[in-house]
């Protein structure tokens, strides 16, 4: 029988199969979670909610069922936990808010029911940004969440609670929410996998939106293949969702082993790594090494100027966010933190004019990218471009000698990009700096070429299994 520290660590099929040859328990496997959990919650606070009991009532029924040979799939009995964004029937949703901290909704996020029926157990609800509004996860009403890595740094957000927890090992799993890089960019900075699928890929019903338009919901996992396994849960339409799309599901986790030969690689060149710190570009320009040595052919790309995205999707977001929070935004203004609050009183300023604008642009952008996708099948370039900031710092120098620029505009520079476009983008663990913090490759793709994304990704992830250590230092 394995060990309860090799139980934390191992891939969701590994698990799964132990499972189904009663090798292990689901209240073993359960029980070993929850102990993590709050073994490393004081450390990092990723957790703004932990459920026990009906943890442990969930495995005894999951354990009942294999008894009876009863096996829902290949995440029965697995244990995640969730950003608390998603709704469930009698379960508190506060979306990291002061506003919402009472709140009991009394339907279940489509995604969520989905995970329920595959067998999936949830053991507590993760810290996030505050409304998922920012790229930190220093929240003002429940503290910040601290990265496993380094716990005086940042976890990106605003799925950073989500990222947290599945470093330390204190859940198999996690789902987060990414409207600029909030599952992508936490998953960089604490050394996990982050899928953003397609937009409409998974649906949003029983999503506390922030803007609808923009919205990703996506899998955390240690591996490429566990996020493969996650999103053929989730994925597929929902009568509840009208921007949820029909487009069938493959088996993704099925089609991992693919050869990558013919594969055409684009490597972003130009402007696009002159915001990057040097350690990153050297981690990440070698991870893109060691996956054109697997097969693919290389093709040099310029992404539609990367300076023109922020001008089109900040409009878009801040004009769908404040739309949202516009009746509590004129009722409990004095309830939001500072920085939320600022940046949706900045979209109470914007003339509808300016974000129809800003959609015209994005149609302009993503037909520019048609051709692009013409030349080259997946894009590689950093996920972030800096390490995880200090949580009390609001600057960041990205290069020695340059000037410092605000935390929140660097970190998000390479991933809104695909927001504004719906592309399904992955971020991979691809080493630490010199000073033992995670970097991340992205890989983006076409739309719905989520199968081929996550071929690619797992080649690299097994290329270098055994080259790092994936596995932050924390208390037992």
């Known amino acids: 029988m394995s060990t309860g520290h090799d139980l934390l660590t191992l891939p969701l099929a590994a698990a799964a199969r132990l499972l189904a040859r009663r090798q292990v328990s689901p209240v073993e496997l359960v029980t070993t979670a929850l102990d993590r959990s709050s073994a490393v919650q ?137 409207t600029g890089g909030s599952v992508r960019l936490p998953a960089a900075l604490c050394g996990i996998v982050g899928l953003k699928p397609t937009y409409g890929r998974v649906s949003r019903s ?76 050297d ?44 009746k509590w935004l004129r009722s409990r203004p004095q309830d939001y933190g500072d920085d939320v609050r600022e940046r949706l009183e900045l979209g109470l300023a914007l003339p509808a004019t300016v974000y129809l604008t800003a959609q015209r642009a994005r149609t302009v952008i993503s037909e520019r990218m048609h051709a692009v996708w013409e030349r080259v099948d997946l894009i590689a370039l950093p996920a972030v471009p800096v390490p995880a900031p200090r949580i009390d710092e609001t600057m960041v120098r990205v290069q020695p000698g340059t000037p410092p620029v605000d935390v929140r505009r660097v970190l998000t520079r390479l991933t809104n990009p695909f927001n504004l476009l719906g592309l399904p983008a992955i971020s991979v663990p691809c080493g630490l700096t010199g000073h033992g913090l995670p970097a991340g490759l992205q890989l983006v793709g076409p739309p719905f070429a989520e199968q081929r994304l996550l071929q690619a990704a797992h080649a690299y992830e097994q290329a270098t299994v055994g080259t790092r250590d994936q596995h932050p230092p924390l208390p037992s």
């Open 206 to 281: 029983g999503l506390l939106p922030l803007a609808w338009s923009l919205d990703h919901v996506g899998p955390m996992t240690r591996t490429v293949a566990d996020a493969a396994l996650v999103l053929e849960a989730i994925a597929g339409p929902d009568p509840a969702d009208a921007t949820s799309s029909r487009t069938p599901v493959p088996a993704y986790a099925a089609g991992l082993d693919g050869c990558l030969d013919g594969l055409r690689l684009g490597v972003l060149e130009g402007d696009g790594w002159d915001e990057v710190n040097p350690e990153i570009r």
């Open 283 to 326: 981690l990440v320009h070698a991870a893109v090494s060691t996956l054109c040595s697997l097969g693919p052919s290389v093709e040099p790309v310029s992404l539609p100027a990367l300076d023109d995205f922020g001008p089109v999707f900040d409009p878009i977001i801040r004009s769908e966010a404040t739309t949202v929070h516009l």
């Open 42 to 178: 004081p450390h990092l606070n990723c957790y703004l909610d932990l459920y026990a009991d009906q943890a442990l009532t969930a495995a005894r029924h999951a354990e009942a069922a294999f008894a009876a040979g009863q096996v829902l799939g290949p995440l029965h009995g697995i244990p995640y936990a969730p950003k608390d964004i998603f709704t469930e029937p009698g379960v508190r949703c506060t979306a990291g808010s002061r506003i919402l901290a009472d709140w009991i909704p009394q339907r279940e996020a489509t995604v969520l029911a989905r995970l329920r029926a595959a067998g999936a157990i949830r053991i507590g609800r993760t810290n996030l940004h505050e409304f998922a509004y920012g790229i930190t996860n220093v929240n003002p009403h429940y503290g910040p969440a601290h990265n496993p890595w380094q716990p005086n740094h940042v976890t990106g957000g605003s799925s950073g609670g989500s990222a947290a927890a599945v470093a330390a090992g204190a859940a198999g799993f996690s789902l987060g929410t990414d």
